[in-house]
């Protein structure tokens, strides 16, 4: 006869063990439904990934080749720059993978979750005219920071603290030098510059700096006649504006950061004597300082700014020499003396400092037109001029015929550039440089309708799927250069 203790205990046991069973059935099958769910979710994010660094990958070739940047053309080609047109690569890109035939889910792994492409939307992109202009500026100084060392740009950066310190981009020797004659016509009002001398050398020298003095500086020198019309460029034209910076993407935009964005136009624009081969405009980096319809203008612009650099800065070293302020002294003594008016000394020589730094300077811009070096603060040793010489009628002598040999010492055409960049509003010489881009890229193949407001640097996307249970997934992704 069976033991009823014994039946006892084996019931306990099968509904101990029907109960466990159940747990790990619901368990088991709550994990399959998460896997299944992950899975979705996980093929969703790997077509995600493809498809928007599949969309990175077609940056623009042209942009890359000429100016090293990475850009995708929304336009891809066509007149119409829009965020639509990348929404339609991507959906091209996520369906080729999940397509039965396609490369990723397709042929590797079958697609396991059904899942199913709904909808693919920008919801924010980085533009390269956003913010300034600094979308664009932030790739360029990567670039120029692999390419050159910190030293050469900590020597500009003292080029420009001695302008600052001295205000030569701000001091203005004609507005001197009429302000001084109008002191001697109150003494005498038919008091005008060519009572200095019989040559009429003081004005010569004020009808170079009123009429500008591009033509005589370079006279003999081939000047390009190259013109634009500015409004078809970003510059003068309504842009399209984007969501700005890329979330994430840090960019000081610090001052040492412009010198390297300079050295990045320099790099790669033409100017004058090193034109970039195939340009629209010859004079490149003079249109980004002037901004101007044609060569001839912006180089006439440039060579003004120069002669105003180089005038305020032959002063300060001329007031420094000892010499030179007794020269000036000694003969604005005489001339008063001959007029028998000894309290005009300190005008007349006040005029002839003037008259004595805009002859030099005057010369100083022809020679960085013909490759010489000039020194940005001039020691005594690298005058041209002296005072007995200029007003004795060397002004008018011609130099221009000079053999061209060693460009001496100081600082080139180039780098008076740099110091005008770094005079220049930066967000102005952005877009003046996206101005040259367009310039240069329209005439390739297939780019007649470039813009480089349509260049896109990254782009946010949210990406709407639909699992195999009909559930919807979203994925949103941020991704850029």
Request: aromatic share 12%; with cysteine; glycine share 8%.
């Amino acid at each position: 006869m069976a033991d009823p203790k014994v039946k006892c205990e084996d019931g306990y046991l099968t509904v101990f063990f029907s109960l466990i069973l159940t747990v790990m059935i619901s368990l088991c099958l709550a994990l399959l439904f998460g896997v299944k769910r992950n899975t979705g979710r996980m093929e969703g994010e790997c077509i995600t990934d493809v498809a928007m660094n599949s969309a990175l990958a077609e940056f623009h070739r042209e942009l890359l080749n000429q100016y090293n940047l990475f850009f995708v053309d929304s336009s891809y080609g066509t007149s119409y720059c829009s965020y639509r047109n990348i929404e339609e690569h991507l959906m091209e890109y996520a369906w080729k993978n999940l397509n039965a035939d396609g490369v990723f889910m397709g042929k590797a792994f079958h697609n396991p979750s059904g899942l199913t492409l709904q909808d693919i939307e920008i919801t924010g992109a980085s533009v390269a005219c956003d913010e300034g202009g600094a979308v664009l500026r932030r790739q360029a100084v990567d670039v120029m920071k692999q390419q050159i060392g910190l030293f050469y740009i900590q020597q500009v950066q003292s080029w420009f603290q001695t302008v600052e310190q001295y205000g030569l981009h701000t001091r203005n020797l004609l507005e001197e030098e009429q302000k001084v004659v109008k002191e001697l016509q109150k003494w005498d009002e038919t008091f005008s510059e060519d009572c200095l001398d019989q040559a009429a050398t003081g004005t010569t020298i004020v009808a170079f700096w009123k009429s500008g003095v591009l033509y005589y500086v370079v006279d003999g020198l081939e000047i390009s006649a190259q013109k634009i019309t500015p409004k078809y460029y970003v510059s003068g034209r309504d842009r399209y504006c984007g969501t700005g910076m890329q979330p994430g993407v840090i960019f000081e935009d610090s001052f040492i950061d412009r010198l390297f964005f300079q050295e990045y136009i320099l790099a790669y624009t033409g100017h004058y004597k090193q034109e970039k081969e195939n340009g629209l405009l010859s004079y490149q980096t003079e249109y980004i300082l002037a901004g101007g319809e044609s060569d001839a203008e912006n180089l006439e612009k440039v060579a003004e700014k120069l002669l105003v650099i180089r005038g305020a800065a032959n002063m300060v070293s001329l007031l420094g020499d000892s010499t030179k302020r007794s020269a000036a002294q000694a003969l604005g003594t005489l001339m008063a003396a001959a007029l028998m008016v000894p309290e005009l000394e300190k005008l007349f020589t006040a005029l002839l400092e003037i008259l004595w730094s805009m002859a030099e300077a005057i010369y100083d811009v022809a020679h960085l037109f013909r490759g010489k070096r000039i020194p940005l603060i001039k020691q005594d040793t690298d005058w041209y001029y002296s005072l007995e010489g200029l007003f004795s009628g060397v002004f008018l002598e011609s130099w221009k015929d000079e053999a061209d040999g060693d460009p001496g010492e100081g600082l080139s055409y180039e780098d008076y550039l740099r110091i005008l960049l770094c005079l220049e509003n930066e967000e102005t010489i952005t877009y003046r440089l996206m101005d040259i881009m367009e310039m240069d890229i329209r005439q390739t193949p297939g780019n007649q309708y470039f813009r480089m407001d349509g260049c896109v640097d990254g782009f946010r996307a949210l990406f709407t799927y639909k699992d195999g249970n009909g559930d919807l997934l979203e994925i949103e992704r941020n991704y850029g250069y």
